[in-house]
C-alpha cells in the first residue's frame, strides 16, 4: 500500500512537472511585442554585422507556433549613434543562419529627445507575419540576448501575406 502511495505521488509530481514545463515554454514562445517604428526607417540598411563596439545583440529567431528556430530571417536594425542622431553608420541589416540565430556588434545608442536609448528592429521572412520592435540596452551592459519570436502567417487570420517589410512601414499598417 505504501509503495502504490508513493508510485502515484512520484507519477503525480512528474506530471505537474512536465504541465509546468509546458507553460514555461508556453510563455517562453509568446511573441515579441510591437513598438513603434519611428519616423527615422530607411529601407535597405546595409548587409553587415557590425556597425560600431561597444555593445553586442545576439539571440534567436523563433517561431510563436512551437519555438523551433527560423533560418534565413532578415533582420535591420537602426539606431542613434554618438551624437544622439540617426545616421547611415548606424544601420544594419543581419541574416539568421541555420541556427536560427544572429549577432550584431554596435555602440551603444545615445539617447535623444525624452527616448531612452533604443535599438530599433524589423524581422522579415516568407511564411511569418512581419515585426517592429525595439531593444531598450540596459545603462553600463556591454551586451544582451533577445529572442525574436514571430507569429506564422496562417496563424493572423487575416488571409496571410502580410508579412512583408514594406508593408511593415505602410503608414496604418494594422499589427497585434
Same mark, same amino acid.
Given at each position: 500500500m ?11 509530481a ?8 509546458g507553460?514555461a ?10 513598438d ?27 517561431? &510563436? =507556433? ?5 533560418p534565413?530571417?532578415?533582420? +535591420?536594425?537602426?539606431?542613434? *549613434?554618438?551624437? @544622439? ?33 533604443h535599438?530599433?528592429?524589423l ?19 556591454? &551586451? =544582451?540576448?533577445?529572442?525574436l519570436?514571430?507569429?506564422p502567417?496562417? +496563424?493572423?487570420?487575416?488571409? *496571410?501575406?502580410? @508579412? ?8 496604418g499598417?494594422?499589427?497585434?
Amino acid at each position: 500500500m505504501r509503495k502504490d502511495r508513493f508510485s502515484r505521488c512520484c507519477l503525480l509530481a512528474l506530471m505537474l512537472l512536465l504541465a509546468g514545463q509546458g507553460i514555461a515554454d508556453a510563455r517562453r514562445c509568446a511573441p515579441t511585442p510591437w513598438d513603434e517604428i519611428g519616423p527615422f526607417y530607411r529601407p535597405n540598411a546595409p548587409v553587415r554585422n557590425s556597425i560600431g563596439k561597444g555593445y553586442v545583440l545576439t539571440g534567436t529567431v523563433r517561431s &510563436s =507556433a512551437d519555438c523551433s528556430p527560423i533560418p534565413n530571417a532578415r533582420i +535591420e536594425f537602426w539606431h542613434t *549613434g554618438p551624437a @544622439g542622431t540617426y545616421d547611415d553608420a548606424h544601420r544594419a541589416t543581419v541574416v539568421t543562419g541555420k541556427d536560427g540565430r544572429y549577432r550584431l556588434q554596435t555602440s551603444p545608442p545615445a539617447s535623444y529627445g525624452q527616448r531612452p536609448p533604443h535599438i530599433h528592429i524589423l524581422v522579415d521572412v516568407k511564411g511569418f507575419e512581419g515585426l517592429v520592435t525595439q531593444h531598450y540596452p540596459k545603462r553600463g551592459a556591454i &551586451s =544582451a540576448t533577445l529572442d525574436l519570436v514571430l507569429v506564422p502567417e496562417s +496563424e493572423q487570420g487575416d488571409g *496571410g501575406g502580410n @508579412g512583408r517589410a514594406e508593408d511593415l512601414v505602410r503608414p496604418g499598417k494594422q499589427h497585434r
